[in-house]
């Protein structure tokens, strides 16, 4: 009887597991059998590399370059500003503050990870806009940068709380270690916990990445929204998320423009499968 | 002069004293054994030596610990150059997380890097003086987490040999090593003693007579007894020692 039980639980959770599997190979055929329609019509290569995305002009262009640096600029962007900030604020709390500042910092790192992007949006609209346009003398100030700010801010929360993690589960002994081999605080930090927490450090700043390429709202709001190939970061731009967002509902079922929407959906489901790849690799070659 | 010299010495943890009036004199060159039952504040006071105890919030300390004379609780007390002289060996293993290199290069990198021929240098001293060099000169390079726990312990004592430190504590460093190991850990201390002054706690009474020249008793935060090793555990003063030793205790 009880080996029956222990065979039921066993088989559902083996079932649970291969459910996330399936669900994960759903989504793919289903962006796939729309996506890859397009290619009866267009070439791969146009798609791909083409500079122009028009999909209402005659004859439309269906080129995702500009999209896709539109993407790239404000993530890049989004990373470089929020890591180092990320870094800093996640080994303050877990090694530098004092205990009681450790859980008001702690609550209010959630409290940022729980505002919606679209308030981000906003703010970042309406203050934060104006700023970069006066600070480098733009004709706007919805540029691709606008949106890597913003973008960090919803980046950060989620990064320092598995930073965090990952520095404050670092095994006590090697800090005792290091102290007592005469190192300072801060030479322990960075010669040893940081090391020693690095798998948990490059999985949280993949996550926090992997927010900033998915998410939408907030940078349909902030980057200006041209579907121009961008020549600076200071240019307006539009990501292949907010292209996707803003032209679905005005596309015909079945149409070329929305077998292009879908494939756009496909290059960010190779794109955020790429990056969760890598991160898994950089782990295991650590555990090596 | 002794080398290391407790006057009056009290530790609190809070509201709770952990150590009460401790006097305690040290010799150089010689290995100093502390035995007592659990929680007696074996570690507590090994942990005042190199002031491992400022790490623990709330813990307080009243008196002296005299180090070649000069009193390390002192205001302005260089914990860096402190923490050289008196390295600690921990009661499990704990290699950094890195190469066999890195981790005795480690010291003499923190203080002032040194070029990477001198560190080969050192790094080849230091294990020669564990025995480790021999088996591991051809894998310097990888995780010292691989070795046995022996290995470990050892990897861990030569990376304090790296700093040169003039005394060493050592909280059990044997309780997560077998018999066979343990005896070798042993040998090697007899040898490094030549060099160092050393302390160590210890359940193992055996092992205690075995390799150290002067044992202290402790029972309840107290010194209760503390004298020649020999005289200790054959002829001692105080009924409460006699009564731990013939296994009176726990
Ligand atoms: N950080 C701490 N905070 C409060 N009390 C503590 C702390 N560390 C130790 N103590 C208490 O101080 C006393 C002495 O502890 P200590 O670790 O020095 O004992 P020990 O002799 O080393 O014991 P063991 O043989 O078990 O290692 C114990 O009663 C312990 O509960
Ligand atoms: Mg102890």
């Given at each position: 009887m009880r080996k029956f039980r222990e065979a039921i639980i066993e088989k559902t959770i083996l079932?649970?597991?291969?459910?996330c599997i399936l669900f994960v190979v759903l989504i793919f055929v289903f962006l796939a059998k729309d996506g890859l329609t397009l290619f009866r019509t267009i070439a791969i290569q146009d798609f791909l590399f083409g500079q122009i995305w028009s999909p209402l002009a005659e004859p439309p262009q269906f080129g995702i370059l500009p999209l896709f640096l539109g993407s790239l600029f404000v993530t890049v962007g989004a990373t470089v500003i929020s890591v180092p900030l990320g870094m800093a604020c996640a080994i303050f709390i877990g090694e530098i503050a004092p205990r009681w500042m450790r859980e008001v910092l702690k609550a209010g790192v959630e409290l940022l990870a729980a505002i919606p992007s679209i308030v981000i949006g906003f703010i970042g609209m309406t203050m934060l806009g104006p700023v970069v346009k006066s600070l480098f003398h733009l004709?706007?100030?919805?540029?691709?940068?606008?949106?890597s700010i913003a973008l960090a801010f919803m980046a950060i929360p989620t990064m320092v709380s598995i930073m965090e993690d990952a520095i404050?589960?670092?095994?006590?002994?090697?800090?005792?270690?290091?102290?007592a081999l005469g190192a300072t605080h801060w030479q322990t930090i960075y010669r040893v916990i940081i090391p020693a927490a690095s798998s948990g450090i490059v999985a949280a700043i993949m996550l926090g990445i992997g927010r900033v390429i998915g998410e939408t709202m907030a940078v349909m709001m902030l980057t200006g929204n041209a579907s121009v190939m961008p020549k600076t970061i200071l240019a307006p731009v539009r990501t292949m998320t907010a292209t996707i967002a803003a032209e679905m509902g005005e596309t015909v079922r079945g149409s070329e423009h929305y077998f292009a929407l879908f494939a756009i959906g496909l290059v960010l489901f190779g794109i955020t499968f790429l990056i969760n790849f890598l991160a898994d690799m950089a782990r295991h070659r650590k555990k090596k | 002069m002794s080398k290391i010299e407790t006057k009056d010495l009290n530790l609190f943890y809070g509201n709770f004293q952990a150590l009460i009036d401790v006097n305690l004199a040290i010799e150089e060159k010689m290995i100093t054994a502390l035995i007592g039952p659990s929680g007696c504040g074996k570690s507590t006071l090994l942990r005042t030596f190199n002031r491992m105890n400022d790490l623990i919030d709330g813990a307080r300390i009243t008196g002296e610990v005299l180090i070649d004379g000069k009193n390390i609780y002192e205001a302005g007390t260089d914990l860096v150059v402190l923490r050289k002289k008196v390295g600690m060996v921990f009661q499990r293993p704990n290699p950094f997380p890195l190469s066999i290199f890195d981790n005795i290069a480690y010291g003499p990198r923190t203080h002032g890097s040194k070029s990477k021929a001198e560190l080969e240098d050192v790094v080849e001293q230091a294990l020669s003086r564990v025995q480790l060099w021999d088996v591991l000169k051809d894998r310097l390079e990888s995780s010292a987490l691989n070795l046995s726990l022996e290995q470990q312990q050892r990897l861990c004592i030569a990376r304090l040999m790296a700093v040169t430190p003039d005394v060493v504590l050592m909280d059990e460093p044997c309780s997560a090593l077998d018999p066979m190991a343990t005896q070798r850990i042993e040998e090697l201390m007899s040898e490094l003693k030549k060099h160092y002054t050393i302390l160590i706690v210890t359940h193992n009474m055996q092992q205690a007579a075995r390799v150290s020249d002067r044992t202290g008793f402790m029972l309840l935060?107290?010194?209760?007894?503390?004298?020649?090793?020999?005289?200790v555990f054959t002829n001692p003063k105080?009924?409460?020692?006699?009564?731990?030793?013939?296994?009176?205790?726990?």
């Open positions: 079932l649970n597991g291969f459910a004709p706007t100030g919805l540029t691709a940068v606008t949106g404050t589960s670092v095994p006590r002994t090697y800090k005792e270690g290091s102290l | 935060g107290r010194l209760v007894e503390y004298g020649e090793t020999p005289q105080e009924i409460k020692t006699e009564e731990y030793i013939t296994g009176r205790y726990g």
